[in-house]
C-alpha cells in the first residue's frame, strides 16, 4: 500500500516539475508512463505476494517466486530511477534507461501473471490450508 502513495508522489512531482519549469507535456510523457507501469508492477507484487504465500512448493513454484523476485527487484530500480531523475530537476536525464527499465518492468510484469494463468490451467498449483 505505502508503494502505491509513492506512485502518488512521483505524479505529484512530476506534475509540479511541469509546470514549475514548464517543461512540455510531451518531454514528461515518458515518464508519466514509466509511473504507470510502476504502479503496475507494485500493485502485481502486492496481489502475488498473498499468491505466493499459500502455494505448496514444487517446481512451478520455485520458478514463480523467482519471477517475483526478479519483477521486486528490477521494479525497485525503475523506481529508483524515475525518484533521481526528479529530484535532480532535469526531467530528460536518464530517459532511455527509464524508458528500457520501464519497457523490462512491464515484461516481467505480464510473465509473472501469464505465468498464474497458465499453472490454474494445468493445474500446477497447489494450495496450503
Known amino acids: 500500500m505505502q508503494s502505491l502513495k509513492s506512485g502518488q508522489k512521483l505524479y505529484a512531482s512530476v506534475e509540479e516539475m511541469q509546470q514549475l519549469h514548464e517543461i512540455r507535456w510531451i518531454d514528461v510523457k515518458y515518464l508519466k508512463k514509466a509511473v504507470d507501469i510502476l504502479c503496475r508492477c507494485q500493485q502485481t507484487l502486492m496481489y502475488t505476494d498473498v499468491f ?3 502455494l505448496k512448493r514444487n517446481n512451478q513454484s520455485v520458478i514463480f517466486k523467482f519471477n ?9 530500480l525503475l523506481s529508483e530511477y524515475l525518484k533521481r531523475a526528479i529530484s535532480q530537476k532535469d526531467l530528460l536525464i536518464d530517459e ?7 519497457r523490462f518492468c512491464d515484461r516481467l ?4 501473471v501469464n505465468h498464474v494463468y ?3 490451467e494445468k493445474d500446477w498449483w497447489l494450495f496450503s490450508e
Open 68 to 76: 517475483q523476485q526478479y519483477l521486486e527487484r528490477e521494479t525497485k
Open 109 to 112: 510484469r505480464i510473465t509473472l
Open 118 to 120: 497458465e499453472g490454474y
Open 96 to 102: 532511455t534507461q527509464i524508458q528500457d527499465s520501464a
Open 52 to 54: 505466493a504465500y499459500y
